[in-house]
C-alpha cells in the first residue's frame, strides 16, 4: 500500500510540477464561492471524517472501505490525511478496478462477442485496463482508440471499432456522442430535425473511418494460390480456343471442367477447418481506395443520391487527410485536440459527474450551440484546467477531490431537467452496481482489491493461441496449405462415402425398429467423425506446428492439464488451445508446479490466518473460506462484462453494455429482495465466520460500534445506539447486520 502511495506522489508531482494541486483546487473553490454570492445561496456544511472517508473510497476505489481503512484514516491526526488518502487511492488497483467500470459502460464494453473466440475483447480489456493503470492521458486514450488498427495482440484498442463490426456509420454516431458530446445520428437518414447538423455533414464526418475492415484471417496466400490455378486455367482456355474451329465451344467446355476440379469451396474449408473460431475476428485493417456515397434514397438539396463523400470535420479546426495518410489518424487527431471545442468540455463534465453527481452541463452528451453551464465561470476553468494537466485524468480527479465544495456534506435533493444546481456540495447519490457488489466484496474478501490473475491466464493465453495459429498459417505458405488441402480433401471424400453408407444403414434400421443395431451404427458415425479430426491434426496441423517451429526455433510442448473438450468436430481447435509453441506465451505447467503453486497459496493464506488472530483449528476453514472467495466474490471488474441476467450486478442496473452509459439508478423490488435474500448475506458470504466483517466484529470489545463502523464507517449516534439491543449474540450481531445491510446509508452515497 505505501509502495503506490509513494508512487502516485511522484507520478503527480513529476508529470505536473507547474501544477498545484492544492492550488487549483483553491481556484475551483474561489469560483464556486463568488457564483454562490451571486446567486445568493449558502455552501453545505463541512462533511466529517466519517462521511469523507466513505465517500471518497466509493468514489476513488469503487468500495466502501474497509475497518481498517477506516479506522486508520478515523484515527489519525495529520492535518494533510484527507490529501494523503485522495493521492493514494487514485494510485491503487482499486483505481483501476473502478474505472475500468466507468469506461466499460461509456465504451459499451463486452466481455463476449457472439460466435467467436473472443481474442478481440480480450485484448481489449487487457488494453482499457493496462491504459488505466499506467494513467494514460485521455488525450492519447481517445487518440490509440480512434487510430486503432493491427492484430488483437499488436493493439488490443481495435476492440472499439470491433464493438460495432461492420457498421461504421452507427459506430461514427456513437464515437461522436462519446468524444464530442454531439448526438448527431438522426443526421444518417436526414437533415437533423433538432439541431443544425446536415445529412451532407454526417456522411463527411463518417468518411474519415469508413475504410475499417476486419481481418478475419491470416494472410497466408491461400486466396492468390487458387487465383494462380485459376489463371492457369484461363490461359490455356485462350489458346485452346484460337487453334479451334467451332468457336471455342468445346474448350469452355474444358475450362469450367478445369475450373469445377480446382474444387476451390470445398478445399477451402478444409484449410479453414483447423482455425474454427480461434479467429473471427483477430484484427483490423483500413481499405484507403473505400469510398463512402450517398445513399440511393438521399433527398436533400446539397447533394445527390451516389456522390462520393470526402472527410471533413463539423467544427474546429479542419483534419486534412495527407496523400497516402490515414484517414483514421487524421480523424483521431482532430477529435482528441485542445483546440477541438467540444473534446475537453466533454471529458471535464463526465469526470465531474462522477464525483458530484451532475454535470455542469446538464446535456453535456448532446450539446448545442449556446448551452450555458450552471456554473457559466467554472466550466472553461476546468477546461483550460484539464489541458494544463495534459489530460491527467487522475490528477483531475485529484484536484476535484480536494475542493472545499466535494468536501461539503451531500445535497438530498433530485436535479430535475432544467433545474439549476449550485453545486454546494455533491448531490445526494445511489451506489451504482458496481459499488454495491465491490462493497459487499469488500465486507466479504480479506483480498479485496485482488486482481484475478487465473482469469488474465486465460485470457492471455487466448490471445496468444489466437496469435500462434495467425503465425501458423503465415509462414507455412498459401501453396504448401492448399497442396495440404487438396491432400486432405482426397482422404475426406473416401470417408463421405463411408458415412454415407453408415448413414443409409442407420436409416434402415430405425425404419424397421432395430433400435440395437441403429444404437451400433450411430456409434460407428462418431468414431468416423473422431477419425476424419485425428486425420486432420496428424496430416494437416501437425505440418503447420513443426514448420512454426522450424521457423521461429524452439519446441512444441503439449499441456497434459488442459481440460479438453471431448466432442470430436472441435478436435482441431482443441489441439490448437493445448498446444504450446516455444514464443507464444509461457510454457505449460506441469502437475508437480501446480501442486507446489497450490501448496504455497495454502501456506500464505495459513500465515494470513495467523496474523489476522484465528485459532489455529480454524486456520484450514478460513484457508477454505478464502479459496471459495476468490472463486465468488471478486470485484466487478474481474467478471465478465456485463454480468450474466440474473447476476446480482444485472439486479442491481448494471448497464448491458448495449446503449452508451446505459446502467439503471432506479430501485426496483428485486433489488431489495437481492439485499434481504441473497447469498452474499449469508453463511456463505459477509456472515461467515471467516469474514473480515464478522472477524472484526468477533474480535471487537463493542460489537456496535465495529458493525457500523464495517458497514457506514462511523459509530451509531447516541440516538441509534438508544434504540438498538446490546450485541451480545451471534443472532443479534446477525440481525443488526442484516438490517444496515438494507438500509438507505448504505446503499447511498453520502
Not at 486466396?223 to 468445346?250: I, N, P, S
Not at 454535470?359 to 450551440?369: G, I, S, V
Not at 496449405?481 to 470417408?495: D, F, H, I, P, T
Request: charged letters at 30%.
Amino acid at each position: 500500500m505505501r509502495f503506490f502511495f509513494v508512487l502516485a506522489i511522484f507520478v503527480t508531482a513529476h508529470l505536473h510540477a507547474d501544477v498545484s494541486i492544492t492550488k487549483a483546487a483553491a481556484e475551483i473553490d474561489a469560483i464556486l464561492a463568488k457564483h454562490w454570492k451571486a446567486q445568493g445561496v449558502a455552501p453545505n456544511a463541512a462533511a466529517s471524517d466519517e462521511v469523507f472517508v466513505r465517500r471518497v473510497y466509493l468514489d476513488l476505489a469503487g468500495r466502501i472501505p474497509t475497518t481498517q481503512e477506516a479506522r486508520a484514516f478515523l484515527e489519525s491526526n495529520a492535518k494533510d490525511k484527507r490529501a494523503s488518502l485522495i493521492t493514494e487511492l487514485l494510485g491503487r488497483e482499486s483505481y483501476v478496478s473502478h474505472f475500468y467500470n466507468f469506461w466499460a459502460d461509456v465504451l459499451r464494453f463486452k466481455s463476449n462477442f457472439i460466435n467467436t473466440a473472443n481474442v478481440v475483447p480480450a485484448a481489449y480489456a487487457k488494453w482499457i485496463k493496462e491504459s488505466l493503470r499506467a494513467n494514460k492521458p485521455y488525450d492519447q486514450f481517445t487518440r490509440e482508440l480512434l487510430s486503432a488498427k493491427g492484430l488483437a495482440w499488436e493493439n488490443g484498442a481495435i476492440g472499439y471499432y470491433h464493438r460495432d463490426p461492420e457498421m461504421p456509420l452507427d459506430n461514427m454516431a456513437l464515437t461522436s456522442r462519446v468524444f464530442l458530446g454531439t448526438r448527431i445520428e438522426c443526421a444518417q437518414c436526414h437533415d437533423h430535425p433538432f439541431d443544425k447538423w446536415k445529412q451532407t455533414e454526417f456522411y463527411h464526418l463518417a468518411a474519415y473511418t469508413f475504410g475499417n475492415k476486419s481481418v478475419n484471417e491470416s494472410p497466408s496466400g491461400i486466396r492468390e494460390a487458387f487465383k494462380r490455378r485459376e489463371d492457369e486455367v484461363r490461359e490455356l482456355f485462350l489458346q485452346e480456343k484460337k487453334a479451334t474451329t467451332d468457336g471455342g465451344k468445346d474448350a469452355e467446355k474444358r475450362r469450367d471442367e478445369r475450373m469445377a476440379a480446382i474444387e476451390f469451396r470445398p478445399t477451402l474449408n478444409i484449410i479453414r477447418q483447423g482455425v474454427g473460431q480461434l479467429f473471427s475476428p483477430i484484427g483490423l485493417t483500413r481499405d484507403s481506395n473505400a469510398k463512402l456515397k450517398l445513399p440511393h434514397d438521399f433527398e436533400e438539396s446539397d447533394g445527390k443520391p451516389g456522390d462520393v463523400i470526402k472527410p471533413a470535420t463539423l467544427f474546429g479546426p479542419s483534419a486534412e487527410v495527407e496523400p497516402g495518410g490515414d484517414s483514421a489518424e487524421a480523424f483521431a487527431r482532430w477529435v482528441a485536440s485542445p483546440e477541438n471545442p467540444r473534446f475537453t468540455r466533454v471529458i471535464v463534465n463526465r469526470l465531474w459527474k462522477k464525483m458530484f453527481g451532475a454535470p455542469l452541463t446538464e446535456f453535456y452528451d448532446d450539446l448545442k450551440d449556446g448551452m450555458t453551464p450552471m456554473v457559466p465561470e467554472l466550466e472553461p476553468h476546468l477546461e483550460n484546467l484539464m489541458v494544463a494537466l495534459r489530460y491527467d485524468m487522475r490528477a483531475f480527479l485529484d484536484v476535484l477531490a480536494n475542493t472545499r465544495s466535494y468536501q461539503s456534506v451531500v445535497s438530498p435533493e433530485e436535479i430535475e431537467p432544467g433545474k439549476l444546481y449550485h453545486f454546494t456540495g455533491p448531490l445526494l447519490r445511489r451506489m451504482t452496481a458496481e459499488q454495491a457488489w465491490d462493497s459487499l466484496v469488500a465486507l466479504a474478501s480479506h483480498e479485496p482489491d485482488a486482481r484475478d490473475m487465473a482469469r488474465e491466464a486465460r485470457e492471455q493465453r487466448r490471445i496468444d493461441v489466437s496469435r500462434m495459429v495467425y503465425d501458423a498459417y503465415a509462414n507455412f505458405g498459401g501453396e504448401k496449405l492448399v497442396s495440404l488441402g487438396y491432400a486432405r480433401l482426397q482422404a475426406e471424400k473416401e470417408l463421405q462415402k463411408r458415412e454415407t453408407v453408415v448413414r443409409e444403414q442407420a436409416i434402415a434400421a430405425k425404419r424397421a425398429g432395430e433400435k440395437e443395431k441403429e444404437t451400433a451404427l450411430k456409434h460407428e458415425q462418431g468414431v468416423l467423425t473422431r477419425e476424419r479430426n485425428e486425420a486432420y491434426v496428424r496430416e494437416f496441423l501437425t505440418p503447420l506446428m513443426e514448420n512454426l517451429t522450424k521457423v521461429k526455433g524452439g519446441r512444441i510442448t503439449v499441456d497434459e492439464n488442459y481440460k479438453m473438450n471431448t466432442n470430436p468436430a472441435v478436435l482441431a481447435t482443441e489441439t490448437w488451445k493445448r498446444t504450446h509453441l516455444t514464443g507464444y506465451g509461457p510454457e505449460p505447467k506441469t502437475a508437480a508446479q501446480l501442486n507446489a503453486e497450490a501448496a504455497a497459496e495454502k501456506a500464505r493464506l495459513t500465515a494470513l490466518a495467523a496474523k489476522l488472530g484465528f485459532a489455529e483449528k480454524d486456520r484450514a476453514a478460513f484457508v477454505a473460506y478464502c479459496e471459495s472467495a476468490r472463486s465468488e466474490w471478486m470485484r466487478a471488474s474481474e467478471l465478465d462484462s456485463p454480468a450474466p441476467r440474473g447476476h446480482f450486478l444485472r439486479t442491481m442496473g448494471q448497464s448491458d453494455r448495449d446503449f452508451v452509459e446505459n446502467a439503471n439508478p432506479n430501485t426496483t423490488i428485486p433489488q431489495a429482495l437481492a439485499l434481504m435474500n441473497g447469498d452474499f448475506i449469508s453463511s456463505k458470504g459477509v456472515l461467515s465466520p471467516h469474514s473480515p466483517l464478522m472477524h472484526s466484529v468477533a474480535e471487537a470489545a463493542d460489537k456496535v460500534d465495529a458493525i457500523y463502523l464495517a458497514l457506514l464507517s462511523r459509530k451509531p449516534t447516541a440516538e441509534e445506539r438508544a434504540k438498538l439491543p446490546t450485541a451480545g449474540d451471534s443472532r443479534t450481531v446477525e440481525s443488526l447486520i442484516y438490517a444496515l445491510l438494507n438500509t438507505k446509508q448504505f446503499i447511498f452515497i453520502q
